[in-house]
T-cell receptor, first 115, second 115 residues
C-alpha cells in the first residue's frame, strides 16, 4: 500500500515557540492532504484540508493563523503550530489519498507536548 | 448531521477468542465504509473498505460486514491475538464536492486481548 511519512514522531517544546510537522507521501503524488488532531481516547478530528498550490481549507473552530498549513509540492504538506501553548498538546495525524484511490493512508502521527 | 457510533466503547477478551465490534452510521450521501486499526501512539491503518454494493470483506482474521439498508457494519475478529490489542475505528465516507470525500470517524472501540 501507499506510504505516508510524518516527521517528527514526537516533539516537546516550550510555550510560545512554534513547531513544524511534515507530512510526505513517499510513493505517490497527493494534491490533497488532510490534517487531524486526536486527544486521548477520542476520535480523530479533521482540522484542515491541505491543497497543493492553494490555500488550505480549515474546519469550523480551527484557527488558521494558529495552525499554518503549507502544501508547496505534490508530496509534502507542513503544519506549523504557532506560539504553541499547553492546550495545543495533542496527537497530530496527516493523511493522503493516491490519485484515483478512494482510500486515505495515514501517517504515524506526531505527538506534541507543550511545556 | 453525519454521525458514526461504535459499540462497545471498550472490550477485553482472552487470547484465542473471537469478538465482534459494531458500527452504526447516519452519513449521506454514502460512499464507503472503512475499518481502521490504530495502535497506541500510531496512525490508523486500513483493515477493510466496503462500498454500497458489498456485504462482506475479509482481511485475514478480520471480516467486516455492511448492511446499507440498516446502516450498520460489524468487524469480526477471529482467534484473537495479543497484537490485536488496539483501537478499532469505523470511518464512513460521504461523497463530497470539489473532488474530496468527507470522512466521519467513530470514536472507536478499544480492544484489549489478554492471556
Amino acid at each position: 500500500g501507499a506510504v505516508v511519512s510524518q516527521h517528527p514522531s514526537w516533539v516537546i517544546c516550550k510555550s510560545g515557540t512554534s513547531v513544524k510537522i511534515e507530512c510526505r507521501s513517499l510513493d505517490f503524488q497527493a494534491t490533497t492532504m488532510f490534517w487531524y488532531r486526536q486527544f486521548p481516547k477520542q476520535s480523530l478530528m479533521l482540522m484542515a484540508t491541505s491543497n497543493e498550490g492553494s490555500k488550505a481549507t480549515y474546519e469550523q473552530g480551527v484557527e488558521k493563523d494558529k495552525f499554518l498549513i503549507n502544501h508547496a509540492s505534490l508530496t509534502l504538506s507542513t503544519l506549523t503550530v504557532t506560539s504553541a501553548h499547553p492546550e495545543d498538546s495533542s496527537f497530530y495525524i496527516c493523511s493522503a489519498s493516491p490519485p484515483g484511490q478512494n482510500i486515505q493512508y495515514f501517517g504515524a502521527g506526531t505527538r506534541l507536548s507543550v511545556l | 448531521k453525519n454521525q458514526v457510533e461504535q459499540s462497545p466503547q471498550s472490550l477485553i477478551i482472552l487470547e484465542g477468542k473471537n469478538c465482534t465490534l459494531q458500527c452504526n452510521y447516519t452519513v449521506s450521501p454514502f460512499s464507503n465504509l472503512r475499518w481502521y486499526k490504530q495502535d497506541t501512539g500510531r496512525g490508523p491503518v486500513s483493515l477493510t473498505i466496503m462500498t454500497f454494493s458489498e456485504n462482506t470483506k475479509s482481511n485475514g482474521r478480520y471480516t467486516a460486514t455492511l448492511d446499507a439498508d440498516t446502516k450498520q457494519s460489524s468487524l469480526h475478529i477471529t482467534a484473537s491475538q495479543l497484537s490485536d490489542s488496539a483501537s478499532y475505528i469505523c470511518v464512513v465516507s460521504a461523497w463530497g464536492t470539489g473532488g474530496g470525500n468527507k470522512l466521519t470517524f467513530g470514536t472507536g472501540t478499544q480492544l484489549k486481548v489478554e492471556l
